[in-house]
């Protein structure tokens, strides 16, 4: 059974920068695909960014493209959404998922197999 755990969440001003990880504490790390997602209140769960088995292809969802990251270290275990120029649209709980399935990791919220239990992003204007 694959855990995943969320970490880094907080309240930054609008401007800066912070970044989320994820750990896989159970799993075989480098078979699954990863994602981000996050969840305003009063919203649905929405696509952040992707990234594959091995951090060869990454992809993101328009509203955060060229200001968010997701890396990968397989040797770690460890997953990361890097946010820079965060604004107060950003305030959400952002979620880790696992998949091995690359194109569910993008933003087949209803299919992903695995997972965290989210980490507050808080962006004060």
């Known amino acids: 059974q694959v855990q995943l755990v969320e970490s880094g969440g907080g309240e930054v001003q609008a401007g800066e920068s912070l970044r989320v990880s994820c750990a896989m504490t159970?799993?075989?790390?480098?078979?699954?695909?990863m994602g981000w997602f996050r969840q305003a209140p009063g919203k649905e769960r929405e696509f952040v960014a992707a990234v594959d088995w091995n951090g060869g292809s990454t992809i993101y969802a328009d509203s955060v493209k060229g200001r968010f990251a997701i890396s990968r270290d397989n040797a770690k275990k460890m997953v990361y959404l890097q946010m820079n120029s965060l604004s107060s649209e950003d305030t959400a709980v952002y979620y880790c998922a696992a998949d091995p399935n690359y194109r569910v990791t993008q933003g087949l919220v209803g299919r992903i197999s695995y997972w965290g239990q989210g980490t507050q992003v808080t962006v004060a204007s």
């Open positions: 159970r799993g075989t790390f480098s078979s699954y695909c």
